[in-house]
């Protein structure tokens, strides 16, 4: 099998490429100009580099492949202005499919792994959502809405043009690797070095390990029908236990401190203010944390049973996690 990933570079893209390296598939990854790509240089991969708009990149890099895996997304919910949200996760899927439906690259192309998100699933409190729930996106967050508005478009290729995709709707991802420090690798990390001044209550979020995630998009490829989604997440857990499991694991005391929820919202509230007042972008402002509150659990069993999904436990992912910050950062010092 000859195996594109677009995106290589990021937390979920990289995982996905060395799997399929281990797994001795040919591979090619698509990678930005100057975009850092630590967790792969060790890969006999070929690389193409250029982003999802450079369209003879995307056609010599996609040409004579079987599975192509869509790893691409601007995920910075916190922006004030969002239109590179729907630059990145929008249009920039639309140009990608466009080519993965010409002619010459459409004859071998079998699958086409697209990496979605859970919040395109319509949850609710107090019931669990299954990939049948559709999302109504009047109220929802840019970021949400770019996330639905991709979704759908890939299906549309689906429908009116026969591109052979799947979409994976993964959810928040814990683990090693992750060299671009991810908002939510931020927390471990600041948990395994002690440096967390409190905990969030109130915070609950679906989650995954990266490598299980990362093994779900292989077996889509394998294993998943055409014009479906899937939910991949392990489980729901609270920022509360994240926090204690990173400390616990690296072997320090976790923060003795609890923010209530009504403190967080005020200090989101302070964030959107000052991201008005100063033109900066707030990470923490009331719409990241309207993402980090949406929340309701959601049934993975369609990817158990249809893909042969077996995640191992998150907590195991999130050890594993703060134990990657300590040994970068041991290696840091020894180092200098």
Known sequence: MTALVIGANGYLGSHVTRQLVADGQDVRVMVREGANTIGIDDLAV?????????????REAMTGCDVVYYCVVDARGWLRDPTPLFRTNVEGTRHVCDVAVEPGI?????????????????????????????????????????????ENLVMDYVRARALPAVAMCVSTTYGAGDWGRTPH???????????????????ELEAVGIDDAARALLLA????????????????????????IAAEAAGVAPPGRTLPLAASYAMAALGSVKGRLTGTDERLSLGSLRLMRAEAPVNCAKARSELGWRPRPVEQSIREAAEFWVGLRSAKRAGR
Do not use: C, H, W
């Open 46 to 58: 070929t690389r193409f580099t250029g982003d999802v708009f450079a369209d003879e990149v995307l």
């Open 106 to 150: 459409a004859g071998t192309l079998k699958k086409f792994v697209y990496t979605s998100s859970y919040v395109t699933v319509g949850r609710r409190r107090g019931r669990v959502a299954t990939e049948s729930d559709i999302i109504d996106d009047r109220g929802v967050t840019p970021y949400v809405r770019s996330r639905v508005q991709a």
């Open 185 to 203: 690798g931020a927390i471990i990390a600041g948990a395994a070095f002690g440096k967390l001044p409190f905990v969030m209550s109130g915070i």
């Open 221 to 244: 490829a394998e294993n998943g029908r055409v014009g479906e989604r899937y939910l991949i997440s392990e489980k729901m857990i609270s920022n509360a236990d994240v926090v204690r």
